[in-house]
């Protein structure tokens, strides 16, 4: 499979060479999002597609970003949270952002659920090369593969976090076998698939290392039951870190009485906030040189 002419390729590896480049700004606004965790387990999650959009119109100059919003979302039953607009090229592309533990990875719902049943129709284990890339390329895999997926990994226990971004055509690539686990079962000696309540289909490469898994698709599977997920631990080799790494990041306690304070002034209060943390910016891009 020809790999896709995608203009989020060119944003990632900007936004890698940023991080290289000036990596006390990027450090302090994952620890500001990861912070929202102390309001609530889900906060970080929202506030991370307005922080991650703020971030690339402040420090990305040939780029800027657009919350799309939870209404227009749904409405368009699309997964994107943000888009970003290459100010030179021009070209504009969505983005979803996910902020996820160490760990499972959600890379699409498939809200309509069409992988599990579509796979089900290919037998329960399929090694052929071009049956795997019909796989990929059909239809209830279609809005995978259109979906720019930016995912925010954290460890809360290590204090450490990432950026990392599943190599999609690494995993078209190296499928080698998708294989049917049944509930409760697991492959070979890995772990995953045992002790679920429904049955999953999982792809690995040639030597059965795990790539990623389509899980039950039924009237009766919830939201974590559904959809494409891959392991940020166990399919490692399919990850590419935009922060080159793990960071350690640490809580920010004074964002938190921002917050609260914030939610009690008036608008008035929170324009002249707003000038005082807009100069804070413009301190810290004078501090870490030009963003290029």
Not at 174 to 180: A, D, F, G, L
Not at 223 to 234: E, M, P
Not at 252 to 266: C, D, E, Q, R
Request: with cysteine; aromatic share 10%.
């Amino acid at each position: 499979m020809k790999p896709l002419n995608n203009p989020y390729n060119d944003f990632k590896k900007r936004f890698k060479l940023l991080v290289s480049k000036n990596h006390g700004v990027v450090v302090n606004t994952l620890s500001n999002i990861f912070t929202m965790r102390l309001i609530g387990n889900k906060t970080h999650g929202d506030l991370a597609e307005i922080g991650i959009a703020e971030f690339i119109n402040q420090f990305m100059y040939d780029y800027r970003s657009e919350h799309v919003g939870k209404d227009l979302f749904r409405a368009k039953q699309h997964e994107e949270d943000i888009v970003i607009i290459n100010e030179l090229t021009k070209e504009k592309f969505p983005v979803s952002l996910k902020a996820y533990g160490d760990g499972p990875l959600q890379l699409s719902t498939d809200s309509n659920q069409k992988m599990f049943p579509f796979l089900e129709k290919q037998g329960k284990i399929i090694t052929d090369k071009k049956q795997i890339e019909n796989v990929f390329t059909s239809d209830a895999f279609a809005d995978f593969l259109q979906v720019n997926i930016m995912p925010l990994i954290y460890n809360e226990t290590a204090k450490r976090c990432n950026i990392m971004i599943f190599d999609v055509q690494k995993a078209l690539r190296e499928t080698e076998k998708i294989v049917y686990i049944g509930a409760g079962e697991s492959f070979g000696n890995k772990s995953q698939g045992k002790g679920r309540k429904h049955p999953i289909y999982m792809f690995v490469d040639g030597n059965d290392n795990y790539i990623c898994e389509v899980r039950y698709g039924g009237a009766s599977a919830n939201a974590l039951q559904r959809g494409l997920w891959t392991h940020t631990k166990n399919a490692l080799p399919f990850f590419d870190s935009l922060t080159n790494g793990w960071i350690d990041y640490s809580h920010n306690h004074t964002l938190v009485k921002l917050f609260s304070l914030a939610l009690n002034a008036t608008e008035k209060g929170h324009q002249k906030a707003n000038k005082i943390l807009q100069e804070d910016i413009n301190f810290l891009k004078q501090t870490h040189g030009q963003y290029h």
